[in-house]
């Protein structure tokens, strides 16, 4: 009867914690529909996001503390994480900007707590319902760009509903504001609907996730951003390998096989028509920045490659060891490069960020959010490579820890963004919901 008390107890404040992701989900796209254009509202938004966080965080530090689930690892590396965002705040070179991050960035410490907590909080959800509605809500963001990025396309298509669109570069934008961030959103958000593409045998998902996905492909070649196409080549080879090693050794399903490979198969088509409508109706250049890339490679990666991001890759290395140890403090990349190599002289740009997440947290943060967020990332994988030997693997499982291979592979190029990042941590946290004792 206590445990049965206990567990209804549980799960009446997983549905707490879940109704509160999902909102702070929904606000976020309310509110970064007006972060492309009204900047002045990213402060509050950063304010917000960490109030609205605290609830679902005490919560899930209750369900914690009765299920011990305190004692895995990830709560370990997460507690490293934010002790060391902490000891790099406390150390900034300039404090006013690692609290509340530069403007138009906003990425401060207030921001860099609330994603840890949001992950603290989904890790405790363990009802499947629950995870399905929170990804669900996800997917509404991910559409809502998907669908604002096609009109900016198309204008033509939104003055006949009346319906006004911005763009501020040659290529969708998105609700998000930019090429960039649109192709990191949507890559990832891709992934997920691949995942229930491929590995789901409800054949009503397997129509909504063979259209979603095509839809979400060409807006990815709309945002014409090769980070995305990069992140989306490298981790369809893996989730093709996945699947092999899924279907034909580990469960021995050789018909279930034959039918993913189809499944696989016959979205190449749907590829081949999103390059060939993007090139025709909206002169798109990925294809020959894609050739223009692969020049660059056999040319040995010049400084300028990338669009100078070599460039700024070297000198953040050469400029490492100076603040490996707490980081010259949140947000501020720009200051460290000061009396080093601000300006690229080529093309007379200010360099304010690494373009790339992982020396953006080596050079701002320091070594121990650094280490603790790639052993966060490590951790994942070896719990989904358990939970994939057990034979436990769910599909929503592996639908997210492949979306989240996607967003880790593009944060090569890119940094993390508030737009995004909450609702990577959010999802990040779902896939590390059970089996308390690995």
């Not at 929904?26 to 938004?45: I, P, Q, R, W």
């Not at 070649?221 to 981790?235: E, Q, R, W």
């Not at 894609?290 to 100078?308: H, I, K, S, Y």
């Not at 997210?400 to 190029?413: D, E």
Request: a neutral charge; proline letters at 2%; hydrophobic letters at 55%.
């Amino acid at each position: 009867m206590g445990d049965s008390l206990n567990r209804k107890w549980e799960n009446i404040i997983e549905v707490v914690i879940a109704v509160f992701l999902i909102i702070y989900i929904g606000y976020s796209l309310s509110v970064v529909a007006k972060l492309a254009y009204d900047f002045e509202t990213l402060k509050n938004y950063e304010i917000m996001s960490l109030c609205i966080s605290l609830i679902p965080l005490i919560l899930s530090l209750v369900l914690a503390l009765k299920r011990k689930s305190y004692r895995r690892l990830d709560f370990l590396l997460v507690v490293i994480i934010i002790s060391g965002v902490l000891i790099s705040y406390i150390c900034s070179v300039d404090k006013s900007i690692s609290l509340f991050g530069r403007i138009y960035r906003c990425e401060g410490l207030v921001f860099l707590l609330a994603y840890y907590f949001y992950y603290l909080a989904s890790r405790e959800i363990t009802n499947g319902k629950l995870r399905g509605a929170i990804v669900l809500m996800f997917l509404v963001v991910v559409f809502a760009n998907v669908g604002y990025a096609v009109l900016q396309m198309f204008s033509s298509l939104a003055h006949k509903f009346n319906i006004d669109v911005v763009l501020m570069f040659k290529d969708a934008t998105g609700l998000v504001g930019n090429p960039n961030f649109l192709s990191t959103i949507v890559v990832f958000g891709l992934f997920v609907i691949l995942g229930y593409y491929l590995f789901s045998k409800k054949y009503g998902i397997l129509i909504l996730g063979y259209f979603g996905s095509m839809i979400c492909f060409y807006v990815l070649l709309l945002a014409g951003s090769l980070s995305g196409i990069v992140a989306f080549i490298s981790t369809m080879f893996l989730m093709l390998i996945f699947g092999v090693i899924y279907f034909f050794w580990k469960n021995k399903d050789r018909y279930e096989g034959i039918f993913f490979l189809i499944k696989f198969l016959a979205f190449i088509p749907a590829i081949i028509m999103c390059f060939i409508v993007a090139e025709r109706l909206n002169d798109n250049h990925v294809r020959s920045d894609l050739l223009g890339m692969f020049m660059e490679v056999t040319d040995g990666l010049p400084e300028e490659a990338g669009t100078n991001r070599i460039y700024i890759w070297k000198n953040t290395i050469a400029i490492l060891p100076k603040y490996i140890l707490t980081g010259s403090g949140i947000d501020t990349f720009k200051e460290a490069f000061l009396d080093e190599y601000l300006v690229i002289e080529s093309i007379d740009a200010v360099v304010d960020k690494a373009h790339n997440e992982y020396l953006q947290i080596a050079l701002t943060e320091g070594v121990i959010p650094l280490l603790g967020y790639i052993g966060l990332i490590f951790y994942t994988l070896v719990r989904f490579i358990r939970h994939f030997r057990k034979e436990t693997l769910m599909v929503t499982d592996i639908a997210l820890v492949f979306a989240i291979l996607a967003y880790l592979t593009q944060a090569i190029f890119n940094i993390r963004v508030i737009q995004i990042a909450p609702l990577f941590f959010i999802l990040f946290g779902l896939v590390n919901y059970k089996d308390y004792s690995v």
